[in-house]
């Protein structure tokens, strides 16, 4: 069974420049999620979804990230315009929908900032 | 909302001796993960916890959830080099989504 799937694996931007991310979930997954893992911290919940609609967006910064996933399967996290503090690892997981469904890595984006 | 503290922050141990790592909730714990992230890797699943007082195992890992519900340990026996690696915690928020702690960098030295 193939994994989740992102790309590029790694990205090396300067500044007020924009960037995307791709994920592609393990097939049939309905939930898709999108975390920031900042070097020496664990990760942290930038967006949900729940097929194409999302659930949680609370910790997404929306005055400079965007994220969606149309069709319901893959999706793209962007960030425009990029900042330092953006430097971080963007992993993507997918799990079946409810509650209490072990969250499949992929193994992440590693985003420099310069 | 949630937070979750794990300790210690980084452990060097000698090939073959055992170790715990704890992650102490300041809420209930629903649902506790422990995932295990090697350097420039994706998160891998190891257990799931959601009982007071449950206890999975796997090969030489053995995860315990304490009857409060609020704290949770992983421990692992005869450890070997392929242990290493940074060990997160994770709980189970509304929604399936996980708040994570801190995690715990495990050196095994051969």
């Known amino acids: 069974e193939a994994g989740v799937a992102q790309s590029p694996r790694y990205k090396i931007i300067e500044k007020r420049q924009s960037v995307a991310f791709w994920c592609n979930p393990i097939s049939g997954h309905a939930t898709l999620y999108w975390y920031q893992q900042i070097l020496g911290q664990g990760p942290k919940l930038l967006i949900q979804?729940?097929?194409?609609?999302?659930?949680?967006d609370s910790q997404l910064p929306k005055d400079r990230f965007s994220a969606e996933r149309l069709k319901g399967v893959d999706s793209t996290l962007k960030i425009q315009p990029a900042k330092l503090e953006d430097s971080a690892v963007y992993l993507c997981a997918s799990s079946t929908a409810g509650v209490y469904n072990e969250q499949f890595f992929g193994p992440g984006t590693r985003l420099t900032v310069l | 909302s949630q937070e979750l503290e794990q300790s210690p922050q980084s452990l060097i141990v000698q090939e073959g001796k055992n170790l715990t790592i704890n992650c102490t909730s300041s809420k209930t714990l629903y649902g506790l993960y422990w995932y295990k992230q090697k350097y420039g890797e994706g998160l891998i699943f190891l257990m799931m916890?959601?009982?007071?007082?449950e206890e999975k195992s796997h090969e030489k890992i053995t995860a315990k959830l304490d009857e409060k519900k609020q704290q949770s340990s992983l421990h692992i026996t005869a450890s070997q080099p392929s242990h290493a690696g940074i060990y997160l915690c994770?709980?189970?928020?509304?929604?399936?989504?996980?708040?994570f702690g801190g995690g715990t960098r495990l050196m095994v030295k051969p």
């Open positions: 979804f729940q097929n194409n609609g999302v659930v949680d």
């Open positions: 916890l959601q009982k007071g007082g």
């Open positions: 994770g709980a189970d928020g509304a929604g399936n989504m996980l708040t």
